[in-house]
């Protein structure tokens, strides 16, 4: 039986298809996964792991007999994917798998902020009613900037123009699927056009802070900022000190620097939400990724294409 090293945790029942598959060997934390790969350096024939976690060249020169390395989402900005092909080792992620997860959770981190949910339910908790709370807006005629207009950035756009919310994007270059999306050449440009400003690019050094302070000046004190990207895409010192001093109204975070540890700066503000990294986790989600990392591996065992290559 082929030897997969898993590296991300699965629950149970989504684990029990890799195991109807493969020898798994389970290494969700740094020890254990040195330890896995000393003890079993000459097995493993498969890695199965996530942008966030990895996959480094020393790690794939260990491991003589690999021939996948697979991100289960769609990012893979921490596998040293060039080492990998260097070696001869095909390299996979699980794009397409959960873009309406993460798109549905967006819509629900925007709408909770720009609505005050929280706060809301907080002055219910302390008696407080409607009249003693300022009024909020709603969605339509509001104008939504998606820095990354991808494939998750789409299906953002979609839903919120299901709203009645004008959409604006910034990509390197304008796309010509786009639809009545207006492109902005820089994301301050777009900032200073939008109401909120959802992020949605990739990972990695291209998009390190491209929320910045400048970016948040640009969008203003009316602003609601939502990441569901990489947490290296905003500047969290920028934001705190923004939201801190109603230079942006809110902002709404599944992903941050430093994670999983919270981040510091933003936890006793009001003005913020906060998930756990959970915009793409669903039970019909993770199911699809492990379904399409086995569909992978299908495919490289018959000669075949790979079904999602990086």
Known sequence: MTTLLLLVAIADDHKALLHARFRV?????????AAAIAAHADEIELVLTNGA???????????????????????????????????????????GTNDDCVADHTLALLLSSVRALPQ?????????????????????????????????????ASRAAAFGMVIGYHNRRPRGDAGDA??????????????????????????????????????GPGGHVVNIARGSCIDTAALADALRAGRIAGAALDVYEGEPRPPEALVGLSNVILTPHVAGWSPQSIRATVENFIANVDAMTRGEPLRTPV
Do not use: M
């Not at 007999?65 to 260097?86: F, H, I, M, W």
């Not at 005629?141 to 207009?149: A, E, F, K």
């Open 25 to 33: 060997i389970d290494a969700p934390d740094a020890a254990r996964r």
């Open 53 to 95: 976690t990895g996959f480094r060249a020393d790690e794939i020169a260990a491991l003589p007999r690999l021939k996948l390395l697979a991100a289960q989402g769609a990012g893979y900005e921490n596998l040293d994917v060039a080492a990998a092909k260097a070696r001869g080792v095909l390299v996979c992620n699980g794009a």
């Open 120 to 156: 809301q339910g907080a002055a219910v908790r302390a008696g407080v009613w409607r009249d003693a709370l300022p009024l909020v807006p709603q969605f339509g005629g509001r104008r939504l900037g998606v820095i990354g207009l991808g494939a998750i950035g789409r299906k953002i």
């Open 182 to 219: 207006t492109w902005f050449d820089s994301p301050t440009a777009l900032a200073a056009w939008a109401d909120d400003l959802v992020v949605a690019t990739p990972g990695g050094a291209g998009t390190t802070h491209i929320v910045n302070a400048a970016v948040l000046a640009a969008l």
